[in-house]
């Protein structure tokens, strides 16, 4: 069996949160990858990627190894997006070793796995359990994923982001991650035609919400003359430029006539070094600052004229709050945004979650001590007190409405709340 992307090295890649789980287990992250076999059936190669600091080593005559297996099983999504029978499963071993005990609790550095499986067209939710045979500690992600269908004349496989590419080997490493620092990328996808063509291939970078490029540098268009058979494309994304924020990465496959042959496309999300994983858009994190920020601070951030302006205030204000200056991470932009996700999460309903009542609260102050609550009932109204013992602190919400808009009661807050 043929995989279509090559394991050169094991790469220490970005651990920040790629795909939306449906548990916790953050520090496994998945991606599927569907392309087409040595034959015309479809195959979903399934990488995994786990950081050393999650797995536990042993000692060994080599050095320090941990092992862990892999199981998957896959499942067909009904016309309604449930999961039926599982369609097929597979588990498989791996083992990383490393020469130093200080290599095991490196911070960035991560195993990565591969396995293909065989699947027909469709969509299928794809279930991957991650188990330390020392341990016996698991990790669990699922995610949905898309087979695609390689029977037509002209087709594609999905699109990668890189991590590593060795041009004499033409072996890749793929980026498991979506999120990316700003800087050229590259991005390898294959074409599967059964007669020799010239395509018209076009590329563009949208912007989260656009429908059209996001400016020309990030949308070009060029011909592609193959013969029949698998060809391997590598293409340049440059985002030296690129401002904070997601993006949708679009290659589509014409005719020289423009008909549509074939789209692909991949989610990629532009980080700047030391900005917490949460954040998806510069001026919406500006704005999140509300209830922590000091007024002059937010008086500079409005009155800054330029978005490298509001960049600089931005690291700035988060310089002078990092309580461990002299490491990489800054523990309390972290924990600030995690309390904007959280709120987002389970506050919202008419607005977003971190502006309502309960969100600003939870924003300040994190997880109350305890949760006093009452449903709603034919004489009362639901409400909700949250206790902080470990400030001396409670705050009473009730839904007015009904509809889980929950508004601060007690105590009442005013301007006189706000830091000078």
Same mark, same amino acid.
């Given at each position: 069996?043929? %995989? ?14 790629? +795909?939306?789980? &449906? ?19 479809? %195959? ?5 990627? *786990? ?39 597979? *588990? ?18 991560s195993d990565l796995s591969t396995h293909s499986l065989e699947l027909p067209p469709g969509r299928y939710l794809l279930a991957i359990t991650l188990t330390d045979l020392v341990s016996s500690k698991t ?21 990668? +982001? +890189?991590? /590593?590419?060795? $041009? ?7 980026? *498991? ?39 020309? $540098? %990030? ?11 698998? %060809? ?12 904070? /924020? &997601? ?6 496959? &014409? ?23 949460? +954040? ?67 506050? /919202?309903? &008419? *607005? ?7 969100g600003h609260v939870f924003i300040l102050h994190g997880h109350p001590d305890e949760v006093e609550h009452q449903t709603f009932s034919y004489n009362n109204k639901p409400w909700e007190v949250w206790y902080?013992?470990?400030? /001396? ?17 007690? $105590? ?9």
């Amino acid at each position: 069996m043929k %995989h279509f992307l090559i394991l050169l090295l094991i790469a220490a890649l970005p651990l920040t949160s790629f +795909l939306q789980a &449906q548990t916790l287990d953050d520090e496994l992250q998945v991606r599927a990858v569907s392309i087409k076999g040595d034959t015309n059936a479809g %195959h979903l190669d399934v990488y995994t990627e *786990i950081p050393y600091t999650s797995l536990q080593f042993e000692a060994s005559p080599s050095g320090f190894v941990a092992r862990y297996t892999v199981e998957a099983e896959v499942s067909r999504l009904d016309s309604r997006g449930r999961p039926r029978n599982v369609t097929t499963s597979s *588990i498989w071993e791996q083992s990383v070793t490393v020469q130093m005990h200080a290599n095991t609790v490196a911070e960035n550095a991560s195993d990565l796995s591969t396995h293909s499986l065989e699947l027909p067209p469709g969509r299928y939710l794809l279930a991957i359990t991650l188990t330390d045979l020392v341990s016996s500690k698991t990790f669990f992600q699922e995610v949905t994923v898309e087979q695609r269908d390689f029977s037509r004349t002209v087709t594609m496989s999905d699109v990668v +982001l +890189l991590a /590593g590419y060795d $041009p004499e080997r033409r072996a890749i490493v793929p980026r *498991i991650s979506p999120d990316v620092s700003a800087g050229d990328l590259q991005a390898y996808y294959e074409v599967y035609t059964r007669n020799a063509q010239t395509l018209l291939v076009t590329q563009e970078l949208l912007r989260e919400g656009e429908t059209m490029q996001y400016n020309r $540098p %990030h949308q070009w268009s060029d011909t592609l003359s193959v013969d029949a058979g698998r %060809h391997q494309q590598i293409t340049r994304i440059p985002a030296s430029d690129l401002e904070f /924020g &997601q993006y949708n990465l679009v290659i589509t496959l &014409q005719s020289l006539d423009r008909n549509l042959l074939d789209r692909a496309s991949h989610t990629l999300s532009v980080r700047w070094d030391g900005v917490s994983s949460y +954040l998806n858009n510069l001026e919406e994190a500006i704005e999140q600052l509300t209830y922590i920020a000091r007024n002059r601070e937010l008086r500079d951030f409005r009155r800054a004229e330029s978005q490298s302006e509001r960049r600089s205030l931005f690291d700035s204000f988060w310089k002078r709050r990092d309580p461990t200056p002299g490491t990489l991470r800054n523990e309390a932009m972290e924990e600030h945004f995690y309390r904007v996700d959280y709120a987002n999460q389970n506050f /919202g309903q &008419q *607005i977003p979650g971190w502006k309502s009542d309960r969100g600003h609260v939870f924003i300040l102050h994190g997880h109350p001590d305890e949760v006093e609550h009452q449903t709603f009932s034919y004489n009362n109204k639901p409400w909700e007190v949250w206790y902080f013992f470990r400030i /001396g602190r409670q705050y009473m919400f009730v839904d007015e409405t009904g509809f889980g808009d929950y508004e601060l009661v007690l $105590p009442v807050w005013d301007e006189r709340t706000r830091l000078d």
